[in-house]
């Protein structure tokens, strides 16, 4: 976030998103990246 690279992308007119990051590993599992876990489910539901 600090050092000026891209970590993610969005095209919203082709439905597409991506993101290049590790979640930290102060506690396990991706509760950082929930959200983006959250929008692919709904997204793949449709």
């Known amino acids: 976030m600090n050092d000026g ?3 993610a992308m969005e095209d ?6 991506s993101v290049q990051y590790h979640p930290p590993e ?3 599992g991706p509760h950082d990246a ?6 692919l489910i709904e997204r ?3």
């Open 5 to 7: 690279t891209v970590e």
């Open 12 to 17: 919203r007119a082709r439905n597409v998103y």
């Open 26 to 28: 102060a506690s396990p």
């Open 34 to 39: 929930s959200a983006f876990f959250d929008s």
């Open 44 to 46: 793949v539901g449709d």
